[in-house]
């Protein structure tokens, strides 16, 4: 018999016919002749009913067939008498896989915080909540995929390991083989030709540079992977590793850029209503009521595209009591965000023409000479949820740049070299993909939509 998913099993508008299945138990309960469990394979929310009839193949097992423990079930699909279910097993034969000691498994059938679930991060995905969150990641991941691929987009992989600081933030992990016990020193300070690499290397903050060398040769492309930030924030919208998707279009502008990524977010907020349509009504229903209609508002909305400038007299003129002021030349911060998205235009808001001081060196300048060609896309309930910009393509504005945020340049000369033979406008942005299934899941905290978090003073499993 062929394996079945219990999601298959339980949605088949056929009956009666042989089944296999497998999974975990997740209740147990007995009758006089029969005992009744329910099974979860991960493939769906819901549980496969399966009666065990009292002297079939296996049954002597029963009593060590507790919940936790995994199974495999052969037998016969048939409709449900029950309420609240449309089909399940008649068992014919039933193996216990693998035991799940009752008195020490943590995850009995009751409610469980999810701070105490992050301390048993290798069974938690077996709880409803987390069982939809990863779901929900899945489904994401695989829209995004399909929006660049049906775009014409080339995904390319950019390294992890990179001794250029794509942000100049200085928050990068350090890679490096050197005995820290007899750090090798020369004039200055470690002597890194002595290291592994040659050189002062740490794991990537973005794949950003490297994604734009590609584009000038591929044309448009994206990556979609691991990225690091050694930035010691314990909130509940930071890790320390978690995914980016990085976009960059060659021959683009800003106003491509923005265009990109409303059309990006409507289709991955669509796919991920139409294909995780059962987890997305459990988020609906328990972790965030309203997060479905504020999704479909989104898709359903014309992007309101603002320039910095207005949006800080918008701002100042509110009358509200912010935390933190509001000053041409500040970066917004979250509750700004959200006024101009929640109250002021009640839809999604672009904000572009932000200063050159509070942003990074690769921005294209305005011919203002004090504006970059940047943008952040707000959404109501979050705030920024995507950044980019066009890209500085012209040289000398580069490396005046550089110097003037006291980056070296000799350091970027494969990525100056870009404007040396053949530049181009170009433009991308950036989504940090915990924050979308994040604000998508309705979850408070990020530490909650990744399988494994990794924060300051964390990294356990």
């Not at 001794?163 to 100049?168: A, K």
């Not at 030709?193 to 290397?201: A, L, W």
């Not at 999704?295 to 800080?312: G, R, W």
């Not at 433009?427 to 990020?446: D, K």
């Amino acid at each position: 018999m062929k394996r079945t998913r219990v999601v298959d099993l339980i949605d088949a508008e056929s009956k009666d016919f042989d089944v296999l299945a497998r999974g975990w138990v997740r209740t147990r309960r007995e009758s006089k002749d029969f005992s009744f469990i329910e099974i979860n394979d991960g493939s769906c929310m819901r549980n496969l009913q399966v009666v065990v009839p009292a002297g079939i193949e296996g049954y002597d097992e029963m009593p060590r067939i507790t919940t936790g423990a995994s199974v495999e079930v052969s037998g016969r699909l048939v409709a449900s008498p029950g309420e609240g279910q449309k089909n399940e097993v008649q068992a014919q034969r039933i193996s216990l896989i693998g035991i799940a000691d009752p008195d020490s498994f943590p995850l009995q059938k009751k409610r469980h915080s999810f701070e105490f679930l992050r301390e048993i991060a290798h069974l938690r995905p077996r709880t409803n909540t987390f069982g939809a969150v990863f779901r929900v990641r899945n489904v994401l991941s695989y829209a995004i995929h399909t929006f660049f691929q049906e775009k014409g987009f080339v995904y390319v992989h950019t390294p992890v390991i990179t001794g250029s600081d794509c942000e100049g933030a200085g928050e990068m992990f350090r890679v490096t083989t050197l005995d820290m016990n007899k750090v090798p020193m020369a004039e200055g300070g470690v002597d890194y030709s002595r290291d592994f690499f040659g050189t002062q290397s740490g794991l990537t903050v973005s794949g950003q540079l490297e994604g734009e060398m590609l584009s000038m040769a591929l044309g448009d492309i994206y990556t979609f992977g691991p990225t690091f930030r050694a930035e010691n924030s314990n909130t509940t919208r930071h890790l320390s590793e978690f995914w980016m998707v990085e976009p960059e279009m060659a021959f683009a502008t800003l106003e491509d850029d923005y265009a990109l990524a409303e059309e990006f977010l409507k289709y991955t907020f669509s796919y991920t209503l139409q294909h995780a349509a059962e987890d997305m009504e459990f988020f609906n229903t328990r972790i965030k009521k309203g997060i479905i209609d504020t999704l479909q508002h989104i898709m359903e909305s014309p992007f309101e595209v603002m320039e910095y400038t207005e949006a800080v007299k918008l701002l100042s003129a509110s009358g509200e009591n912010f935390e933190y002021p509001v000053e041409w030349g500040s970066d917004l911060q979250t509750e700004h965000e959200r006024w101009l998205t929640e109250k002021k235009c009640k839809k999604p808001v672009v904000v572009i023409n932000y200063p050159k001081d509070i942003k990074a060196f690769y921005m294209k300048r305005n011919d203002d000479d004090t504006t970059v060609r940047a943008m952040d896309v707000l959404v109501p309930g979050v705030g920024e949820i995507i950044g980019g910009s066009e890209r500085e393509d012209r040289l000398q504005f580069l490396e005046d740049r550089m110097k003037e945020m006291g980056l070296n340049p000799e350091e970027y000369w494969w990525y100056l070299d870009l404007r040396r033979y053949g530049s181009a406008p170009h433009a991308g942005f950036g989504l940090g993909f915990e924050r979308t299934v994040q604000f998508v899941t309705g979850m408070q905290n990020i530490r909650d939509v990744i399988p494994f978090p990794r924060t300051p003073g964390n990294a356990r499993f």
